[in-house]
T-cell receptor
Framework: KNEVEQSPQNLTAQEGEFITINCSYSVGISALHWLQQHPGGGIVSLFMLSSGKKKHGRLIATINIQEKHSSLHITASHPRDSAVYICAVLPTGTASKLTFGTGTRLQVTL | NAGVTQTPKFQVLKTGQSMTLQCAQDMNHEYMSWYRQDPGMGLRLIHYSVGAGITDQGEVPNGYNVSRSTTEDFPLRLLSAAPSQTSVYFC?????????????FGSGTRLTVV
């Protein structure tokens, strides 16, 4: 079982819809990252969370440390939001490394 | 622009050939790392460095070497390419492993070994 599970794996939405992508993890963590990868493109860091909630434009990320769960929300989705969204966690421990989920592929249509 | 620069963007190798993937950053980041991305799998750590002169193995280090002679550069060497090394490779850097500023990724190198 992967330490980081994302759902759904694939998501299609119409422009303007509210989107939620979920990330669950099984280990204690010191931080959680949300990343965005456009088709054929590089990876961009969206958020780094250790508690609570962060907002940037139409993107909102929340984390519940007790439940080991994080969500990424996109309000008023747009076709340019079409990308793969990747959750990654940094487990606690001095030698820990980022552990990645397999990503959620989002397509937003007109 | 400040960031992580990876070269080349695309490469085709024959089995047994060697090559070096270049990674450079100009943000004075101490932590640098190499990942490979394969279909259906999350990114996996190959090697990492916490500073100049210090490197260590990640999850999938076999067949790869790294060095860190300067803070800026962290090249990844494929010693004798194999078809199993066909993948997309990403270099990433951050101030520290636990940096509150997150990680900066390069644009990736798509490698095909035939």
């Amino acid at each position: 079982k992967n330490e980081v599970e994302q759902s759904p794996q694939n998501l299609t939405a119409q422009e303007g819809e509210f989107i939620t992508i979920n990330c669950s993890y099984s280990v204690g963590i010191s931080a959680l990252h949300w990343l965005q990868q456009h088709p054929g493109g590089g990876i961009v860091s969206l958020f780094m969370l250790s508690s609570g909630k962060k907002k940037h434009g139409r993107l909102i990320a929340t984390i519940n440390i007790q439940e080991k769960h994080s969500s990424l929300h996109i309000t008023a989705s747009h076709p340019r939001d079409s990308a793969v969204y990747i959750c990654a966690v940094l487990p606690t421990g001095t030698a820990s490394k980022l552990t990645f989920g397999t990503g959620t592929r989002l397509q937003v249509t007109l | 622009n400040a960031g992580v620069t990876q070269t080349p963007k695309f490469q085709v190798l024959k089995t047994g050939q060697s090559m070096t993937l270049q990674c450079a950053q100009d943000m004075n980041h101490e932590y640098m790392s190499w990942y490979r991305q394969d279909p259906g799998m999350g990114l996996r750590l190959i090697h990492y460095s916490v500073g100049a002169g210090i490197t260590d193995q990640g999850e999938v280090p076999n067949g790869y070497n790294v060095s860190r002679s300067t803070t800026e550069d962290f090249p990844l060497r494929l010693l004798s390419a194999a078809p199993s090394q066909t993948s997309v490779y990403f270099c990433a850097s951050s101030y520290t492993r636990k940096s509150n500023y997150g990680y900066t990724f390069g644009s990736g190198t798509r490698l095909t070994v035939v």
